[in-house]
Nanobody
Framework: QVHLVESGGGLVQPGASLRLSCTAS????????MGWYRQAPGKQRDLVAS???????NYADSVKGRFTISRDNAKNTVALQMNNLEPEDTAVYFC?????????????????WGQGTQVTVSS
């Protein structure tokens, strides 16, 4: 079994920074794409940023230039550095990983989600 645990959310003022982190544990052979999604009240869950195994990144237009995604393959961790936060960034943030666990995942890459962490940007 694989578990993802997130940390780093909180309440900040506009213009502030936060760093989110997500670590996977369990039977892990390889992690493909890692990503961060967010969901505001009454809205769908949307991709914020993703990073491939070789470091290729993709960002939502609304966060380009403000957010940076990174990964540490040795620690099975993905981080999201969020700078110059805006009230529109307020949401629950979820990490997501595509994880291959060998025979324990029936030799397939399975999709895992963190529990979510609240980010609130308000003055």
């Amino acid at each position: 079994q694989v578990h993802l645990v997130e940390s780093g959310g909180g309440l900040v003022q506009p213009g502030a920074s936060l760093r989110l982190s997500c670590t996977a544990s369990g039977t892990i052979v390889r992690i493909n794409v890692m990503g961060w999604y967010r969901q505001a009240p009454g809205k769908q869950r949307d991709l914020v940023a993703s990073i491939t195994g070789d470091g290729g990144t993709n960002y939502a237009d609304s966060v380009k230039g403000r957010f940076t995604i990174s990964r540490d393959n040795a620690k099975n961790t993905v981080a999201l550095q969020m700078n110059n936060l805006e009230p529109e960034d307020t949401a629950v943030y979820f990490c997501n990983m595509g994880i291959y666990s060998g025979y324990q995942s029936n030799y397939r890459v399975l999709d895992y989600w963190g529990q979510g962490t609240q980010v609130t940007v308000s003055s």
